[in-house]
């Protein structure tokens, strides 16, 4: 039986592209259903009618663009189980987790609904009798918003929604692993009755999606999440025409477990930073600090915790930790793994790819791994936790700083204090405290040095789609 061949959504017609890629069940590591791609120069043309789009999009009262996305809303909440088995489907991950990531998809999208009505400008005082002073925050125009796969509808939505809640239109370009949630999502628009052209679904070949959202001049900011190394590739291309770019890109979180925490709520909460995904989250525990005196008992404790996580296809009852993506994650995960053990980490859990299809690794607990192991300063992106024991709060707050990364850092301890001095010294955007999942769709989101440019989220998020504009306005008979 031929596999069912997903399509583009352009200008408010769903369209089959004139190229097609098989996306394949990490599960399996078979193709289960086709994507369509489309050339370079449909993509012009998208971004043509994106940009036509833009002047009635805009005029739409904000109460207007607000119902609008609650109707996007509501019938995505129609499509829940639908849209949850196709995140598994094409993910991999546990289909509790595609749940997961629906609910909170949906949850943006009512905040940013709520958002849209409150783009407030303000009035300045005036200097000088005739002239008032007013700033206006409008949107930006054509927006590109490229998204990742480890969370597939989720970042899309929180890129498109405050992109639209502003009153700009999107052009959605998913990862390629995961675009099919998208082709659902751009149907929700469609049954929502969103104007043609307000948001489209593009896909294509990385390079030249990427080409022509830097270069076409009709397209006025690109969001990005992804990877560090092709943020860097877009910041070289917008050097060419100065394209504004929001930026979500790696981490490598540090967890830094003192003596006095409450050990079992710690452990907990490492392993949810470390396992959720399996792994595969820019905010993932990366590499886990515990003060020496509590060191063995905690590995001891979270080696059984870890141990009873169920390994297996998203769709399997009670799973916990779904494959990786695919063979280069793996690969890579497998390559850190034995280099911290040729560095003399110690080896207490798992550690190799499980005997079965698709891209299974066995959840895995590295002790003692050394400052200069790979994963110790390089995102792991794996079910694998790298333990380094530590002996004082400021040794340990060196160390969590010494990346290039400063996206999410976590923490665990009961002392007050101590709690200001992590919040003022981690170099990092999300701080979780006693929390393993500290993301909330009402709070800013992103990160500083090489982990990106701007927030996503909270009252922070509508920013990043919003140009504020000062209107100086020269009056007569003023004086009050
Ligand atoms: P990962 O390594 O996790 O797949 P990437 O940064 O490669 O992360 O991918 C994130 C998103 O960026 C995906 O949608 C991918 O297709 C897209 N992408 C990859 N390379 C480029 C590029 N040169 N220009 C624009 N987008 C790109």
Known sequence: MPLPTYPLYLNGQFVLGTDQYPVLNPS???PFAQMSAMERGQIAQAISAAHEAFVGWRSFTSKARSEALLRVASELDKRRDECARLITFENGKPLSQSHGELSMALDHLRWFAEEAKRAEGRSIPHWVDSKRHWVVRVPIGVVGAIAPWNFPLMLAVR?????????????????RQTSLSAVLFAECVQEAGLPKGVFQLVQGAAREVGAEFLSNPLLRKISFTGSTETGQLLIRGAAETVKPLALELGGAAPVLVFADADI???????????????????????????????????????????????????FEPEVQIGPLIDAATMARAVAQI????????????????????GYFLEPTVLADVPDHALCA?????????????????????????STRYGLAAYAFTRDLSRTFRLMENLECGILGINDGIPTATQAPFGGCKQSGWGRELGSEGLDAFLETRHVSIGIQGGGS
């Open 28 to 30: 399996t590591a078979q």
């Open 159 to 175: 890129k498109v929604a405050p992109a639209l809640a502003a009153g700009n239109t999107v052009l959605l370009k998913p990862a």
């Open 264 to 314: 079992a709520q710690a452990v907990e909460g490492v392993l949810a930073a470390k396992f959720r995904n399996s792994g595969q989250s820019c905010i993932a525990a990366n590499r886990i600090f515990v003060e020496r005196p509590v060191y063995e008992d905690f590995l001891q404790r979270f080696i059984e915790r870890a141990g009873e996580l169920k390994t297996g296809d998203g």
């Open 338 to 357: 034995q280099d911290a053990r040729q560095k003399g980490a110690r080896l207490l859990l798992g550690g190799g790819r499980i005997d079965r299809p």
């Open 377 to 401: 300063s390089e995102e792991i992106f794996a079910p694998v936790a790298a333990f380094t024991p530590f002996d004082g709060e400021e040794e340990v707050i060196r160390k969590a700083n």
